[in-house]
């Protein structure tokens, strides 16, 4: 008898509501719904075919599983029976009196194929199972069994019990939500032939960097428990409990008490929330028509309104069959057109809202030829319903001065007329507005965001060039074009007086002026030796290129993500390679660029007379901006370490310090923190924090609870670079604290070139789908692979369903 097809090395089973009938003679048997969670039944088999003396585990594992079945709430009680007896198998009667089978048992074919059938229909009749530990060497040649228990464990791992960390990441079932997020226990840990997750859904990881796995370690993505709607019914897997202590532990039994609610019927749970096949990704956006951006421009930054419109923005380049000019002698240098798009999900078209003439249309190459300004960010107003009040962050062409080669960066106000989707430029009302150099590219930020008093936060890059300082700081002095210099962002983002390199908060007023907020980083009132040196606006200094900004509303917290600088390796006389950075910001503060970055890695001091003889290493703890092109404070906010980071070599490197503090950045000594990133050509983009009870309860697509508190972080590209969910820890993560847990996510928002290869800014909707935007496959430019996308969840809702609890069952 089987179940399934064997894919990928697992059985893929079928849904339980479509699952093929048990063989004529098991049509009988069926798994009651007892009158009460005291009636409940589990039957532990430890069967084994392993010769000698039973393991110690086998009766400290009975033991546990009876007095977790007394325990609790008298609707969550349970009766607990156990057997060596593989004839229990094919007792239909007794099969069907049971809600849930443990297997406790030290592997090897125990079943014979009669009784494996027995097994097979007891799950289709919507039984439960769970699996401990060296359940997954059971039944080694049935292609069923594996797809039950989910993996099989691989030669080659460690054979002695070690304390590890095991990363909670599941908080919603009932077997881990109550765990610590981080949970350091003994165990002997298996490591798997064929990494499940994707065709499980995994509750549990252990960290391979706490303990020694082996010649057969999995990596940073290494499951420990996991469950799945299986064949009917319902399995659940953990590979703890290999131990006798195990059983003693407060945290493990109730581990498998929330295995044991599932699998029994007396609570619901959802266990295909991370399965891959759950997922589907559409593009929204067909490519736009020849010599037109009628669909979407360069794709640059979008935002969901309340009735489910999306509005995405075209920073300024148009398709490759449009002129770029690059002659500053020409009136029309760089100028493009930056488009707000609007998607309707009831009528599926687009409409171009409108058009702002800006400053961003080129071309690429050299930087002194490139330009990363026009339209950079985009948010509606918090009464958008009412209003109709659109802000966009943009360069406007008309106030661009060639001969200095100035322009101006602006915020405004716009109102969409909800009728036609059609912007009134007319309307416009300049919130604020700020200088920015462009003789040189780059660094331009845009990204715009809301917390829940009504502040808008903006994100402004540096506005400085890469190429005089290798790639390392940034802090080169010398160049300037008439004054203003173009390679020293302490100009910008080291200066308390400048806007840009910034993330700046203020409070937007209906006539379209604005309040600064308190707790902001300055009040503008600061002076150093006599004169007025701060700007009230700045909540976050010393970020270099923040595409992306979020502020979760349930929490106020603000998640950012910028770009470093251009270093392929760390260099002992200048600093840091180039590390791209996302931090948990929960209150205003000093981030650090161009003087440090990471976990507080200081950069070399240069400056004139001779900008290539490094000075002394920055002090984080107390940075000062002595630049000649600071017209701030010298004295500046002490740097706040940040949560990620990575390198081309990997994920938050690390460097032994010396006795000041400054680390060795000898490639070879560094330790890599957070193994699950990489980078390479790599742009930080920062993602939402996901809230499930903020989406419509009518919903079918939106993403299921699971997901609810973890923090999207991506990249741009798609190859090595991080697209995760992560979960932080609140007590640490607001000086810096590193991520307790992440998953991959490139299955669910999948990669490659037909799938979102450039991620250019992700944001759910309020039906609860997550909207992508894929910039295409060219620079400067929209192409063909320009496009919308909706990732949709299609797995339904937890399970059993509510009829199937087994009565006094919590739901």
């Not at 599983?65 to 008298?74: F, H, Q, R, T, V």
């Amino acid at each position: 008898m089987t179940a399934g097809m064997v894919a990928a090395g697992l059985v893929s089973a079928p849904a339980a509501d479509a699952r093929p009938a048990p063989e004529p003679s098991l049509t009988t048997m069926s798994v009651k719904s007892p009158p009460g969670g005291a009636n409940v039944r589990v039957l532990i088999f430890y069967g084994s075919a392993a010769a000698g003396e039973e393991s110690p585990v086998v009766n400290a594992g009975i033991e546990a599983i009876e007095k977790i079945g007394l325990s609790g709430p008298a609707d969550q009680r349970f009766k607990v029976e156990a057997t060596n007896d593989a004839s229990v198998f094919t007792d239909e009667a007794r099969l069907g009196r049971l809600n849930t089978i443990v297997f406790l048992t030290g592997g090897g074919d125990v079943l014979d194929p009669e009784q494996e059938a027995g097994l097979e229909a007891y799950m289709e009749a919507g039984g439960g199972f769970v699996g401990v530990h060296d359940a997954a060497r059971a039944e080694p040649y049935s292609d069923w069994f594996t797809g039950l228990v989910g993996a099989r464990p691989a030669a080659g791992g460690p054979t002695t019990v070690q304390r590890a960390v095991v990363e909670v990441g599941d908080r919603q079932h009932p077997a881990t939500k109550e765990l610590p997020l981080q949970w350091k226990r003994p165990d002997k840990w298996l490591n798997w032939v064929k990494n499940p997750s994707g065709q499980v859904h995994t509750v549990a990881r252990v960290r391979e960097s706490s303990y020694q796995p082996g010649s057969s370690a999995n990596g940073w993505d290494h499951p420990v428990s996991w469950c799945r709607d299986y064949d009917g019914g319902r399995s659940f897997y953990t590979g703890m409990g290999g131990t006798v202590s195990s059983y003693d532990e407060t945290d493990f039994r109730a581990h498998l008490r929330g295995a044991l609610l599932w699998t029994t019927r007396l609570t619901r749970a959802d266990c295909k929330a991370t399965i891959t096949g759950n997922y589907r990704a559409e593009r929204l956006t067909r490519p736009n028509q020849p010599g037109q951006n009628d669909q979407i421009g360069e794709p640059h930054g979008l935002v969901t309104a309340p009735d489910g419109r999306v509005l995405y923005i075209g920073r300024g380049g148009a398709d490759s069959s449009q002129p770029v000019i690059t002659d500053w002698n020409n009136p029309d240098i760089g100028k493009g057109k930056g488009q707000v798009h609007v998607y309707d999900p009831r009528t599926k078209k687009v409409t171009l809202a409108g058009e702002l003439t800006v400053f961003g249309n080129k071309g690429g190459g050299d930087e002194l030829t490139k330009v990363e300004e026009g339209l950079l960010g985009i948010e509606l107003d918090p009464r958008f319903e009412e209003n109709g009040w659109v802000y966009l962050h943009y360069t406007p062409h008309s106030q661009i001065n060639r001969e200095t080669r100035m322009a101006e960066r602006r915020v405004s106000r716009f109102t969409l007329d909800p009728a036609t989707d059609k912007l009134d430029l007319s309307s416009e009302k300049v919130l604020l507005k700020w200088p920015v150099q462009i003789h040189s590219c780059c660094h331009a930020g845009g990204g715009m965001t809301w917390d829940s008093k009504g502040n808008l936060y903006i994100a402004t890059g540096d506005n400085n060039s890469s190429r005089f300082s290798d790639g390392y700081s940034g802090n080169n002095p010398e160049p300037d074009y008439k004054g203003v210099s173009f390679a020293d962002a302490r100009r910008t983002a080291g200066n308390t007086n400048n806007l840009n390199g910034k993330i700046l908060r203020i409070h937007p007023e209906p006539d379209g002026t604005y309040t600064i907020p308190d707790g902001n980083l300055f009040t503008g009132e600061e002076t150093d030796e006599g004169g007025g040196k701060t700007r009230g606006e700045i909540y976050v200094m010393g970020v270099r290129n923040p595409a992306r900004i979020f502020v979760d509303q349930k929490t106020d917290i603000l998640y950012a993500g910028w770009v470093g600088p251009d270093a392929s390796a760390p260099s002992p006389t200048w600093g840091p390679a180039k590390y791209d950075t996302f931090a948990v910001i929960t209150k205003a503060s000093n981030r650090g660029w161009p003087y440090c970055m990471g976990n507080e890695q200081p950069y070399r001091d240069r400056n004139l007379p001779d900008p290539t003889k490094p000075l002394g290493w920055y002090d984080c703890d107390h940075p000062k901006n002595e630049s000649p092109n600071n017209d701030g404070l010298v004295n500046l906010p002490p740097v706040t370490g940040n949560n990620i980071w990575y390198s081309p070599q990997g994920g938050a490197p690390d460097f032994p310090r010396d006795a000041n503090g400054v680390p060795s950045y000898q490639q070879e000594e560094a330790k890599y923190l957070l193994p699950w990133l990489k980078g390479g050509g790599q742009a930080a983009m920062n993602g939402p924090v996901y809230r499930y009870d903020t989406v419509s309860a009518t919903s079918d697509v939106k993403w299921p609870a699971y997901w609810d508190g973890k923090w999207f972080v991506g990249d741009f590209y798609d190859a090595d670079q991080p697209r995760n969910a992560v979960i932080t820890d609140p007590k640490t993560h607001g000086e810096g604290g590193l991520p307790v847990h992440s998953e991959s996510l490139k299955k669910i928002v999948p990669i490659g070139t037909d799938g979102i290869k450039n991620l250019m800014d992700w944001r759910f909707g309020p039906d609860g789908a997550l909207y992508v935007l894929d910039y295409g496959r060219g620079f400067f430019t929209s192409d063909a692979k320009s496009a919308l996308w909706r990732v949709t969840y299609t797995g339904g809702g937890p399970t059993p369903a509510a009829d199937r609890l087994a009565r006094g069952g919590a739901q």
